[in-house]
């Protein structure tokens, strides 16, 4: 049974916590600051975050435990491999998402008349 109060169902709410749903629908600002730093970077192959980091991270299969260990055994197995993905994700993730044009982009539409 959902226990209610101010007309929210939190037994639904606590439920959802508990699996991926919220990360099917949204990329984390958090990947773009991580591959800006530099830093090379592990996510799920949820469209979200896979499309916006290409080939420049490593990518495991969603909700795939095994798929995850294996990725993680491969940065540490292959230093050099991290390396790379590192000198390649901030020149990458900023050229791609590049707040300048974004900025640009915006004020035309808000010029359009």
């Known amino acids: 049974m959902l226990q209610q109060k101010d007309g929210i169902k939190y037994g639904n709410l606590s439920h959802n916590a508990g699996n991926d749903t919220a990360a099917k629908y ?7 600051e991580a591959m800006s730093y530099g830093n ?10 896979a499309e916006v980091v290409e080939d420049k991270a490593l990518i495991f299969k ?14 540490c197995d292959h230093p050099e491999m991290v390396m790379e993905m590192k000198k390649q994700a901030a020149d990458f993730i900023c050229e791609k998402y590049n707040w300048d044009d974004v900025v ?6 808000y010029r359009r008349k």
């Not at 090379?40 to 975050?49: F, G, R």
């Not at 969603?62 to 940065?75: P, T, W």
């Not at 640009?104 to 539409?109: A, F, I, R, S, V």
Request: glycine share 0%; with cysteine.
């Open 40 to 49: 090379c970077c592990l996510v799920s192959d949820i469209p979200e975050c």
């Open 62 to 75: 969603k909700s795939d435990v095994e798929d995850l260990q294996e990725k993680l055994q491969d940065a």
């Open 26 to 32: 949204c990329m984390p600002l958090s990947l773009l």
């Open 104 to 109: 640009k982009e915006t004020m035309k539409l």
